[in-house]
């Protein structure tokens, strides 16, 4: 049975991923913190942008397979403090990758893109605009000089909605709508969203199938983010009415953000032989177990 060193294992892809992956591999779950009901042996606290704790981690448990998930994912938090930043998305991706020989799965995001001309596939030239972005094509690069098998996989706009969900855009949107509160939604951010379970079946595929090289991914249809939160709405039956329009340039945020992206799954679809699932069938799917 494969070892597999889980990072940022309790984020929102984290917890999919331990889902997907417990039952068929040895798992060691790490994050900054613990929740209290996760404490047990394949779980531990661990800062990954401390090299000689991250040596520590790698040298007792032996992992076949890295799978990094985690970063410093606020976009603005990253812009203010570009050295957390840079501490967190790339000094901590050399540290895991440093010695490693097997095989080391990163995710990436479509914010290397600059989202001028998106939906983007492989042999787009990323363009980061942002500090989260730059920081992220930053590791990208640097783990394309790496020895060891490396699957850089890029899905954009990653939810998931579970009990123990700390952010997430169906998450906030739900919640929101359901506290009959009014929410602004941009209309002018295009991307095809990805959900955290469809993703960590991919992410098994992917080891299974020891899928190497730079991969996009994402739901089967772009939208803008105004329409999603409509079909939100719509599958928890809640009230459409209260998402009212917004432009980014309204919201005054620290970061920019890439508008026109979306990611093309072209090529991972014939690597893996797989079909990304409609939002539609993976916010149902949400809906079910949230009810069940
Ligand atoms: N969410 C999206 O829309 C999206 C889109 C494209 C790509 N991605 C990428 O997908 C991956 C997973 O995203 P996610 O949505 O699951 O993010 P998330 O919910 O923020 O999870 C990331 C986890 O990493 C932890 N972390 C941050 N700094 C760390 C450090 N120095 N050492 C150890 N753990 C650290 C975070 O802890 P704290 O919460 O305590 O900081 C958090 O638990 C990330 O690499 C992200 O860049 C996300």
Redesign the pocket.
């Known amino acids: 049975m494969k070892n597999i060193l889980i990072?940022?294992a309790?984020?929102?892809?984290?917890e999919a991923c331990i889902k997907q992956l417990s039952s068929r591999y040895n798992i060691l779950a790490?994050?900054?913190?613990v929740p209290d009901d996760k404490q047990n042996a394949q779980s531990m606290a661990?800062?990954?942008?401390d090299p000689d704790a991250v040596a520590v981690v790698k040298d007792n448990f032996q992992p076949d397979v890295i799978l990094?998930?985690?970063?410093?994912?606020n976009v603005d938090g990253c812009e203010r403090n570009p050295a957390g930043a840079k501490?967190?998305?790339v000094d901590?991706v050399k540290y895991l990758a440093d010695g490693f020989k097997w095989h080391f799965i990163q995710?990436?995001?479509?914010?290397v893109f600059d989202g001028k001309n998106g939906p983007y596939s492989e042999g787009d030239s990323p363009n980061p605009i942002s500090v989260y972005g730059q920081t992220?094509w930053e590791a990208d690069q640097f783990l394309e000089s790496m020895e060891c098998m490396v699957t850089t996989l890029?899905?954009?706009?990653?939810?998931g909605y579970t009990k123990y969900t700390?952010?997430?855009f169906v998450k906030w949107v739900v919640d929101s709508l359901t506290q009959k509160k009014t929410i602004n939604i941009v209309d002018d951010q295009w991307n095809n969203p990805?959900w955290?379970e469809d993703l960590a079946e991919v992410i098994e595929r992917g080891i299974d199938e020891e899928l190497k090289g730079i991969y996009h991914y994402g739901g089967d249809r772009v939208m803008n983010r105004y329409e999603f939160a409509h079909i939100i709405a719509d599958i928890f039956e809640l009230d459409a009415g209260l998402v009212q329009p917004i432009k980014t340039v309204e919201l005054n945020q620290d970061a920019p953000r890439p508008l026109k992206s979306g990611m093309k799954t072209d090529k991972i679809e014939k690597a893996l032989g797989i079909r990304p699932k409609s939002v539609e069938t993976c916010l149902k799917e949400i809906r079910n177990q949230l009810t069940s």
Request: proline share 2%; aromatic share 10%; net charge neutral.
């Open positions: 990072t940022g309790f984020g929102q892809l984290g790490v994050d900054l913190f661990l800062d990954i942008s990094n998930l985690a970063a410093m994912t501490s967190a998305n901590a995710i990436s995001t479509d914010y992220k890029r899905p954009n706009v990653v939810y700390k952010a997430s990805t955290t």
